[in-house]
C-alpha cells in the first residue's frame, strides 16, 4: 500500500476541542491531513526521520509520508508519555528521549506552524511574558512570582487579598485522577505552612475587579478577539475557565488601538 502523503499536520493530543473543529473544517475543505495525538505516543505510531525533511510515520499497515507538508498546527501536544513500571529511571529517560525527538523534528521541519512550537514554548514561560508585556506598554497587575514564604505573606498584607497561578500548566494529575489548577483566590496563608510555600513556586498578583475576559489569537498582524462572557450565577468566579462551558458565551471583541500595537509587538519580540 503506497505511504500516505498529507498537505496538513496537526500535532496534538486525544480530547482537544480545538483540534477536533479543525479537522471537521480540513475535511469540508477537501484537505490532505494527518493528525498525531502526542498521548499515544509511543505505542503508535511509530516515527522516523532522515535529513532532507524525510519524516514517516506507521500505524500497523498505514504509512504516513510527511514529506509534502506545507502547513502544521500545533494545539496542547504535551509530551509523550513515560511509562509506568518498576523502572522509573528508565521510564524517565525514554521520556526525555521522545521530548529531544520531537522537539528537533518540529525545529528542522519548515511547514508553515500554526504556532511554531519554539514560540509555543516561550509563550508559556509566564514570568517571561510579563517581562515583556511591560516593556511592550501592557498594563500588569503586581505580580510576584517565587517561594519565599516571608515575601509573599508581606505582599499578601499589603494588599489584603491576592490570586495565585501555576507557573507551568493548569492540571495536575494524581493516582490517576486529573484535576484543573485555576486561578485562585488567597486571603489569607494562616493555614499554610512556610514549607508547603517553598515546595514549589507560583505566581501571586494583586487582584483585579473583573470586566470583560478577553482571549485574543495574533495571526501575523492580524488581531482576532472575543469576549467570554460569564453568566450572573458564575460571577463570583475568580477563574472563567472554573465555570462549566456549556455556561459561557462568546461574541466578537473590537480592541482599541492601543493594546492591539502593544500585542502586535509583543509577538514579534
Known sequence: MAAEKPSVLL???????ASDLVVLGLREAGERFYRLNVDTLPEEPTLAWAPGGNLRLRTGSREVDLSGVQSAWYRRPGAAPSGSGPKPDAHAFAHREFEAFLAGTWAAAGWRWMNPPAAVAQAEAKVLQLELAARVGLETPRTLAGNDPTTIRALLAELGELVAKPLAGAGLTLDGERFGLFTTLVCTLDDVEPEALRAAPCIFQERIARGTDVRATVVDDEI???????????????????????????????LSPSPRRSWAALRRL
Not at 225 to 232: L, T
Open 11 to 17: 500535532v496534538t493530543e486525544r480530547g482537544d476541542l
Open 224 to 254: 482576532f478577539a472575543a469576549a467570554i462572557d460569564v453568566p450572573h450565577e458564575h460571577a463570583d468566579a475568580v477563574d472563567w475557565r472554573s465555570v462549566p462551558a456549556d455556561a459561557l458565551g462568546y461574541r466578537p471583541f473590537a
